[in-house]
């Protein structure tokens, strides 16, 4: 039986010229925001738990001192800071001006702080503040992949501070969450107990997955595999008693990635071209094939642009655009970034 050919796939690989790669992206790409609302999602008034104002380094010089830290060098004291958690660094900025003044001096805090204010909102809230060390934060801000399958990732899995994607988040053990209350019934424990053991995180009200199924408790939840590597003998248990798939979503939040080598942030880019082939009727999105898989697949920068270089209607839409002169696509799935 012949197969039908890919429509999709351009006939010849399209050589790309550094001066219009920017164009490209732009042109070419959408970013997802019904990914980033499938997991916590704060409202943008919500300034409760971390105010803008104790995220601001002030300009004046301070006149008050640190008292015995003030005889350690700059390195020494950024070094503390690292190791803080990130609950305690907040305490410690909030000192006086010479305590801000040293956190604001943090390799990647001020670029953590302006691409990642709600993140910053979203740990205080969880109560994963206290258990997440600045270190774990900044390696994280800094990691494009996702632990496990190493595609992009756009989401943070809060419970051990690594990047995800959205498929791991929703398919990999290793992502996969329980109420803790389940998992010290298991354990034969109080939860209060358990929870001095593995790191937990509290629930957030909100739609979560892309399914936007409304979560109206508060509950604290404990990752998976942080249970099994606490009595690896549980382990088939721990899997039988994970509860929901939702549980995974409510301990990921969404955070962009940062290129410490070009000071440059960078969110999940998708292509505007596999959804106008399905809008186009090129390719089905019936069970779980190919359709599915190109429409929904996030890519960085870099990974899109090779994902061009083959991409028939990407790059229509590219020559269709003059090359940048206008975005000729209108699509309102586009137009909402799958928010529908």
């Not at 999602?41 to 995220?55: Q, R, T, W």
């Not at 801000?141 to 990732?153: D, I, T």
């Not at 053990?173 to 298991?186: I, R």
Request: aromatic fraction near 10%; hydrophobic fraction near 35%; charged fraction near 20%.
């Amino acid at each position: 039986m012949l197969r039908e050919p890919d429509k999709t796939r351009s006939g010849t690989e399209f050589v790309l010229e550094e001066e219009n790669k920017d164009s490209i992206v732009r042109i070419a790409t959408y970013h997802r925001r019904d990914y980033d609302r499938s997991v916590i999602c704060l409202d943008p008034g919500d300034n409760v738990f971390v105010p803008a104002s104790l995220l601001d380094v002030f300009p004046r010089q301070p006149i008050a001192h640190l008292g015995t830290l003030n005889q350690l060098p700059l390195e020494i004291l950024h070094e503390i800071c690292r190791y803080l958690d990130v609950n305690s660094l907040f305490q410690f900025q909030q000192i006086n001006r010479r305590s801000r003044q040293i956190v604001g001096a943090l390799r990647l805090y001020r670029p953590l702080v302006e691409y990642g204010q709600d993140f910053f909102r979203i740990l205080m809230k969880s109560r994963v503040a206290e258990q997440t060390s600045t270190s774990e934060l900044f390696n994280a801000f800094c990691s494009e992949r996702c632990a496990v399958c190493g595609l992009f990732g756009d989401f943070i899995f809060l419970l051990s501070c690594t990047r995800c994607c959205v498929d791991c988040l929703n398919q990999a053990p290793h992502f996969q969450a329980v109420a803790l209350s389940a998992a010290a019934k298991e354990f034969r424990t109080t939860p209060e107990s358990l929870r001095k053991k593995v790191p937990s995180l509290c629930t957030i009200p909100g739609l979560y997955t892309i399914g936007k199924v409304p979560w109206k408790k508060r509950i604290d939840i404990v990752a998976v595999s942080h249970l099994q590597q606490l009595q690896p003998s549980k382990g088939q248990e721990v899997r039988a008693i994970q509860g929901k798939p939702i549980h995974s979503f409510l301990a990921a939040a969404a955070l962009p990635y940062f290129d410490d080598l070009t000071k440059s942030h960078h969110q999940g880019l998708s292509c505007k071209g596999c959804q106008i082939a399905v809008e186009l009727g090129l390719v089905t999105l019936r069970g779980n094939g190919t359709g599915w898989k190109a429409r929904d697949r996030v890519y960085s920068y870099d990974g899109f642009l090779q994902h061009f270089q083959w991409c028939a209607q990407a790059q229509d839409i590219w020559r269709s655009s003059l090359e940048g002169g206008s975005d000729p696509v209108k699509s309102e799935w586009i137009h909402r970034g799958g928010w529908i």
